[in-house]
């Protein structure tokens, strides 16, 4: 129910994803630092049953964010590290009220994005990130 590929260089991240996909089994996914861009995160977001998942200093960007969104299953999710997220990303993020966890440090929010972090810590969701002085 658990697999942990954080931080390894995966030569193939594209067919990781697919056997993700298909692991109805599976609650917990790391796959932090593995290069995984869009279309992998694509291939994951199909998989219903991931309850808590890794995406640290992926390759992806709001497209492949998005395609997480209807995975009402997801409690915990990991993002941080990630140059390609911004403000809308977070407001993006805040319509997930599902989540109880959220990793979202070293992405370059703006004040806009740290005041929609700031509202979802104060609806009980635990939020990491680097909270500019003053926030949550």
């Not at 193939?12 to 697919?18: D, G, K, M, S, T």
């Not at 279309?39 to 994951?44: H, Q, V, Y």
């Not at 990303?89 to 004040?111: K, Q, R, Y």
Request: aromatic fraction near 8%; glycine fraction near 12%; hydrophobic fraction near 45%.
């Amino acid at each position: 129910i658990a697999l942990a590929f954080g931080g390894n260089p995966i030569m193939e991240p594209r067919q990781i994803a697919l056997e993700v996909s298909r692991n109805t089994r599976l609650k917990f996914f790391d796959a932090g630092n593995c290069r995984m861009g869009n279309g992998e995160l694509g291939a994951i977001a199909t998989n219903r049953s991931i309850e808590s998942l890794g995406l640290e200093g992926n390759l992806f960007d709001i497209r492949g964010l998005r395609m997480l969104v209807p995975n009402r299953m997801l409690r915990s999710l990991k993002l941080g590290d990630n140059d390609r997220l911004f403000d809308d990303s977070a407001t993006l993020l805040s319509s997930m009220t599902w989540l109880t966890e959220l990793e979202v440090g070293g992405i370059p929010f703006g004040d806009d994005g740290f005041v929609v972090l700031a509202e979802l810590y104060r609806r009980g969701v635990r939020v990491e990130a680097d909270w500019p002085a003053g926030l949550p």
